[in-house]
């Protein structure tokens, strides 16, 4: 574990369809990936939380390995004591790297390591933004449909 590295990556994300709310009319996301060496985790942001790509930056440039994982990087509960206050987006990405490590040092995917059946859990879920008007609500319905 003395080899872990810990990277933030501002990304942008470029929506096929922007997505309106009751906030506003947004085409973009900008979120933040943590690597903590080769597991990853998302700082999702949303333009209606007061928290900045440059907020959740400064955190994850903050969070040293060790300190996070201690002597034990299993006891995940223990590391994500160990968390200093700060953005819940930044605090969420360290916590989903963190069990993404524990899946890959296990050599399990997640879902097994939690003793989830795949065949059992739904395909996704997915939100519509508001529409237009009718037209783009069948739109929108009709490019959702497979979820």
């Given at each position: 574990m003395e080899n872990l590295v810990c990277r933030a990556?501002?990304?942008t994300l470029r929506l096929r369809t922007p997505f309106r709310i009751a906030h506003g009319v947004s085409p973009v996301r900008h979120n933040v990936l943590f690597h903590l060496g080769e597991a990853v985790g998302l700082a999702a942001l949303v333009p209606y939380y007061p928290y900045t790509q440059e907020d959740v930056l400064a955190y994850l440039e903050g969070i040293a390995p060790q300190a996070l994982l201690g002597d034990d990087p299993l006891a995940l509960e223990d590391a994500l004591d160990r968390l200093p206050p700060g953005p819940p987006p930044a605090r969420s990405a360290v916590d989903i790297a963190c069990h993404d490590l524990w899946g890959r040092l296990m050599g399990?995917?997640?879902y097994r390591l939690w003793g989830l059946n795949p065949a059992r859990a739904p395909?996704?879920?997915?939100t519509i933004g508001i529409p237009e008007d009718e037209?783009?609500?069948r739109h929108q319905l009709k490019e959702k449909a497979r979820y």
């Open positions: 990556e501002a990304i399990q995917p997640l395909y996704s879920s997915v037209n783009d609500l």
